[in-house]
C-alpha cells in the first residue's frame, strides 16, 4: 500500500516526460489501473513501437491477473454480475492478495461478507493511486526533464520484477527473458520482447515441472 | 517524443478494456471450471518472463548515450537487482539504483 505513492507519482512524471497530455496520464492510470502494464507502454511508446505491439505487450505483462480472477471465483463466484463487474475493475495485486488471504483464514464468511471486505480493501487503494498518478503528472509538468531522468523507467522495471525472483524457475524465466531480450533487440521494436517473454516464459513453467517430477521420484 | 495523441488514445482504450477483461475472465464469463495445471504455471512467469527482456537492452546500450555501452548506467541496472533481490522491496530498489545514478551523474559532471 505505501509503495503506490511513490509509484503513482513516478507514473504521472514519466507519462508528462514522454509527451503524454495531463488527460492522457489520467486517462490510462483511471481505465488501466495496473502499475507494470502503463510502464510497458509508456517506454514502447518512447521507443516508437508500433500499436499492436504495444497493446500485446502491456496486456502480456497483465495476464497474471486471469489468475488472479480464477483464484476468486470459489470465494465471490455466486455474488451478483455488477458486484463481479466492480471486484473485476479493481482486482490487482494488492487487492487480491490481501482478500483471498482474509478468505482462506475466514472460511464461514458469506458472499456478501467477502464482497464487503474486498471493497474495504479497494476503496482506499484506488483513490490513492489515481491521486498520487495526477500530483506526479502535475510535478512532470511544472519541472523540466533533466539528465538521469531517461534511466527512471529501467530502474523501475528492475525493481518490479528483482524481488519476484524467489524460486530457480523464476530466476531461470528471467535469465532466459534478459539473454533472448538482448539477442532480439535488433527487431522490430516489442517483437523481440514477445519472443524473448514467450521463451522466458516457458522456461519457467518447464523447469518448475522438471523440478516437482526429481522431487516426487 | 509522443505526438500522435489519436493513438495514444486507442492505446489507452485498448489497454484498458483489454485489461478488465483480463481481471473479469473468470470471475464473470468461464465460471467455475479451473485453470489447467500448465496453463496456470505459465501465467505465474509472465511479469518475471516480459519485464527484464524489455530492460535489458537499455541496461547495455541506453537511450541516453545512443546506445553506447555506459558503465554507469549498467552498474545502476545492477546495483538495483542486487538490492531488489536481496531485500524484496521495491522501493528499496529504486532508491538505491536512483542513488547510485544521480551519485555517478554528479562525479561525471564535476570531472
Redesign the interface.
Known sequence: M??LI??GL?FGVLAMD????LG?AM??TM????G??QF??L?M??DNAS?WL??A??????????????A???Y??AAP?WQ??L???A??DQTYAVSVAAYDANPNWTVSERIAFFFGVATPIVPVWIAASLVGALIGQAIPVN??M?????????????????TI??LV??A???V???L??TLPSGL??LA??????????VT??MMLRRGKS | ???N?A??????????V???L???????L???R??PD?L?????????????????????????TAGVFDPL?FS??IV??????V?????A??IA??GV??IG?LITAGA
Open positions: 505505501p509503495v511513490p509509484f513516478l514522454a509527451g503524454l497530455a492522457q486517462g490510462m481505465l488501466v489501473i495496473a507494470a502494464s510497458t507502454a517506454q511508446m518512447v500499436f504495444i497493446v505487450a502491456a496486456l502480456a505483462v497483465n495476464l497474471r491477473m486471469a489468475m488472479y480472477s480464477a476468486l471465483v470459489p465471490l463466484g454480475l463481479r463487474v471486484v473485476a475493475y482486482n490487482f539528465t538521469g531517461d534511466f527512471a523507467l529501467p530502474i523501475t522495471f528492475i525493481a518490479l520484477f528483482a524481488p519476484m525472483l524467489k524457475p523464476h524465466a528471467a532466459v527473458s534478459i533472448f531480450g538482448l532480439f533487440a523481440g520482447l524473448a517473454g514467450a521463451l522466458a516464459m516457458f522456461a519457467g513453467a518448475e515441472t | 517524443m509522443i505526438d495523441s493513438m495514444v488514445w486507442a492505446i489507452i482504450a485498448v489497454l484498458g483489454g485489461t478488465f483480463i481481471r473479469f475472465s473468470f470471475l464473470g468461464i465460471g467455475d479451473p485453470l500448465f496456470q504455471r505459465l501465467l505465474r512467469y509472465v511479469p518475471v518472463a516480459v519485464l527484464p527482456a524489455l530492460v535489458a537492452p537499455q541496461v547495455v546500450w541506453p537511450n541516453a548506467r545502476v541496472g538495483t537487482l542486487v538490492v531488489g533481490i531485500t524484496r522491496q521495491v522501493l530498489a529504486i539504483g536512483a545514478l544521480l551523474l
